[in-house]
């Protein structure tokens, strides 16, 4: 009996149904392809921008540190012994040479009388053997000993005078003292601190530490606006005195000192901020802070207005990323905008790259706060065909 004999559409069914399908979706296709696209609309964004114009590059290093005396010195005796007198306390104003403390002199002053009897007697041995020698009687090696020892008695005594000298502290510069660590009575150790004297003689400065990026753009002569917590409204002026060439192993910062004028009446210790103007030859603007997005470390990205090729094309919002220099109070200083762009600023956070926009004044922004919701339903409306969801 012969096997029947099938076609390859009859063993496989399903080839048949998708050849139907092809053949009446092509036409569909090529109506579909022929009918115009929707036109999509998308609502223009409002926002606020601020005109940036170039200028010279004026930035603001800012810092927060301690004032007080440029020169704070630690004064102490050089020997040990006990504190008779302290004659000033903290606050006192003193000028040079001022007798400030002293030791117990009694010690002192016979050490310095035996070095002196030492030395004239090594002045008589010594022009004894002299005479000697003119005689033959003394050798050349007693006179050269005798000599040696005169000089050794004189040294002595030089040294008992210097100790003597040092167990009196006086003010070296005119000054402040700031503290006063001993007491009468007290017995001290060579080179313990009695007393700190902030002197006059440099000035008085705000110190601060800044990092490193800050540290490099400083640079001495820079000028400075000084302002004081404990004085709300009130500045000073100065200038950068000093700036560390090496870092502080704990902080990692380095030291600037700012020479405040005008302040020889305010007490040490008060916390100020320091404001250091930086002018450079890269051009710089001042921007309002709410135009800034994206900000990581010193950099930042702002939207500019992007104009259109023809007359009538809608303004758009292009990206761009600048240098961040410094910030005063609610401003930035950026370095990288060119000259005469406008910055978006209020509604930058709801812009896109190329998403149109409209300029509008700060008081209509303000009275638009609903505006961002309205404006999204006929976009959703045009996405969906004409159809809101």
Partial sequence: MTAPTHTAAQRHPLMRPTVYLSAVALPLFAACSDAPAPEIRVTPVPVTVADATSSDSTALVTATGSFGSRDEIPLGFKIGGIATRVLVDEGATVQRGQVLAMLDLREIDAAVNK??????KAERDQQRVQRLAADSVATLAQAQDAMSALE?????????????????????????????????????????PV?????????????????????LRVHVGDPAMVRFEALPGKSFTGKVVLVGRSADPRTGTYAVEVAVQNADGLPSGLVGQMSVTIRGKQSASLLP???????D???????????????????????LRIRVTGIEGDRAA???????????????????????????????????VPSRTIAATPTLAARNGGHTP
């Fill in 195 to 215: 007393l700190m004297l902030g002197g006059s003689r440099r000035g008085r400065v705000l110190r601060a530490g800044l990092p490193d990026r800050d540290a």
């Fill in 152 to 192: 050794a008695a004189r040294a002595d005594l030089a040294s008992a005078r210097v100790n003597r000298e040092y167990a009196i502290i006086t003010a070296p510069e005119a000054g402040v003292v700031l503290q006063r660590l001993v007491t009468p009575g007290s017995n001290v150790a060579p080179g313990t």
């Fill in 334 to 368: 950026i370095s990288g905008l060119p000259a005469n762009a406008r910055v978006i600023t209020r509604g930058a956070a709801y812009v896109t790259p190329g998403a149109p926009i409209r300029i509008i004044t700060t008081a209509t922004l303000d009275s638009m």
């Fill in 115 to 120: 070095a002196q009897v030492a030395v004239d």
């Fill in 289 to 295: 802070v709410d135009a800034l997005l994206e900000a």
């Fill in 297 to 319: 470390r010193d950099s930042a990205t702002v939207y500019t207005v992007q104009s259109g090729r023809t007359p009538t094309a809608a303004l758009t919002a292009a990206p």
